[in-house]
């Protein structure tokens, strides 16, 4: 008594199986995407240029930025840069 190819499961069994391997297809590729972001360093989630990541603004270029908008006075604004310069 011979089952034929699908082991006794029919049209069933088969796309089952064509399912499964799909699925597992997906999930490897998933995977590798996830562990080639997980150890590149500075990775971005968002826009940009491919393998550019956004540049972070250092705490004088921040202080440098409140000073021009007037968000600070001269005053503290020395003093603060005096503070993070060494």
Known sequence: MMMGQNWGFGWGGMWFG???MIGFTIAVVVLIVWLVRLSTPGATTG???AGSSPRTATALEMLQARYARGEISKEEYLDVRA???P
């Open 18 to 20: 064509w399912l499964m």
């Open 47 to 49: 826009a940009g240029a």
């Open 83 to 85: 503070t993070l310069q």
